[in-house]
């Protein structure tokens, strides 16, 4: 007989109630509520199929049905008062709803477990979360397509280590990230299409005598198919997992992408200017606008890689098939997953937001000897040079520029002869950040040709 004041819903064999320590550890219904319209479509769907085999009546199946929307709505409009005591969001639903319509709701937990009733809860929230981040990683791109087409033919540095490397187009540097995100997108359609399995019905671990049909269930809620092992069902977390990953990834491409922001925003740079709405002020230095929004997306990675590594700590070593170490998967997906969709949201609203300084992309680009790979180049296009002697060749006079103080374009005929006499004054086209970057029409190349053609096969997939 089960004393009043140990669980009602697994009270049985206990004498007494749990320690509040105990109480305190074991709850998770502070952190799984999230899960509740979850927990109650998983519910709907398993009493409709439990109906449906003749294994409860279709007047108790309805009645738990409409019961349970009662129940969604009293959470949804915050009358319903969450209890510890009942550990989690699956004991307090099945409780309330034992308030609401009385014994029939004993029959609903028939041919299942918590077990699989998790898992199955767990997997629909982070299949919501992919395509909430699908929906805002297109958002992302579109952004940063409208960038790329704008400024298809705006010349700015591209740099290696930092350091000015050669001229590239504004609509380049853009496309480089639509091809990042676009990749996170791949990664969010992978990993949904490979976690879309049903593990409810799989119950705690073995499955189930009653003649229950998972593809039912399965089929209403979206699933594509019931998990094909019990076992697995309720034991694996590696869909969480993936999630994270995937997130992580994503979230280091927002970071560098931040970072840029931050360098580009700088009084040093100028490249761009950030809107207000995405910037804030100091109390103390009247002239700052800071990145802050770009600064904290930078920083998102930290607690979003954090959740991977800790839920990867979390699960190996467990034997199957459901240890309760799992309950700790959840607060590190939730956590991930509100601060992975900011930081997209947040870099959206920045990038649809910012304006680029066309002059002063323009001239950062042809100071610090952007263009001596395409004098390298001429050297071997015209006068036939090997690549290694016009490199030595065009390192002469880079050295004589910085010497002068000037850069390549500023040197004179005369001075180019004397280090080098077969050049002649055609030297001077290639020496423009333009044609540099006209010149580069290579596939994949930074020539506003090719950019615009990119632009256009994006503007298509994104339609
Ligand atoms: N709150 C639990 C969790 O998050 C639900 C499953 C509990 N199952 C059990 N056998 N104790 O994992």
Redesign the pocket.
Known sequence: MSSSSSNQMWGGRFANAPDAIMEAINA?IGF?KRLAAQDIAGSRAHAAMLAAQGIITDSDAGAIREGLLTVLSEIEGGTFEFSTKL????MNVESRLKEVIGDPAGRLHTGR???D??ATDFRLWVRDQLDMADASLTALMRALLAQAEAGADWVMPGFTHLQTAQPVTWGHHMLAYVEMFGRDRDRVRDARRRMNESPLGAA?LAGTGFPIDRHMTAEALGFDRPMANSLDAVSSRDFALEFLSVASISAMHLSRLAEELVIWSSAQFRFVALSDRFSTGSSIMPQKKNPDAAELIRAKIGRIFGANVALMMVMKGLPLA?S?D??E??EQVFDAADNWLLALAAMEGMVGDMEANVPALKSAAAHGFSTATDLADWLVRETGLPFRDAHHVTGALVAKAEAKGCDLPDLSLEEMRAVHESIDETVFDVLGVHNSVASRTSFGGTAPVRVREQVARWKEALA
């Not at 550990?87 to 699956?90: F, G, K, N, V």
Request: no cysteine; aromatic share 6%.
């Open positions: 998770s799984d550990e989690d969001i699956h477990s918590r077990n009733q998790v705690a459901y309760k799992m309950q998967d959840k």
